[in-house]
């Protein structure tokens, strides 16, 4: 499997950018599809996270109200839709790709086996 994400940039606080990240490589199916953060000196951070077929979400305290993900089944594509962002909002941005479908939490990044590129997100205040 591999995953291509795109979409960073360099945004203006209160602005929004639209991440994507496309998987490709194998038969997807019963999957889930997470976001990550990282910004210099912090944890990597899980944003988000998004089911296939249930279409079931999660989002992080520190974005909830403000990012909404969402998928394209047909297009194996998963959108991390940034409004509203923040300084601290900057980071380099990862989406990972699990085929397990139970015994973890969809925000940790040890349950899964498949990265992309980081995408680095920047909101300058």
């Known amino acids: 499997v591999q995953l291509q994400a795109s979409g960073g940039g360099v945004v203006q606080a209160g602005g929004s950018l639209r991440l994507s990240c496309a998987a490709s490589?194998?038969?997807?199916?019963?999957?889930?599809i997470a976001w990550f953060r990282r910004a210099p000196g912090k944890e990597q951070e899980g944003v988000s996270c998004?089911?296939?077929?249930?279409?079931?979400?999660y989002y992080s305290d520190s974005v909830k109200g403000r990012f909404t993900i969402t998928s394209d089944n047909a297009k194996n594509t998963v959108y991390l839709q940034m409004r509203n962002l923040k300084p601290e909002d900057t980071a380099i941005y990862y989406c990972?790709?699990?085929?397990?479908?139970?015994?973890?939490?969809?925000?940790?990044?040890?349950?899964?086996?498949?990265w992309g590129q980081g995408t680095l997100v920047t909101v300058s205040s």
């Open positions: 490589g194998s038969t997807l199916v019963n999957y889930v």
């Open positions: 998004i089911t296939s077929g249930v279409g079931s979400t």
């Open positions: 990972a790709l699990t085929f397990k479908t139970s015994g973890y939490k969809c925000y940790s990044a040890r349950a899964y086996e498949y």
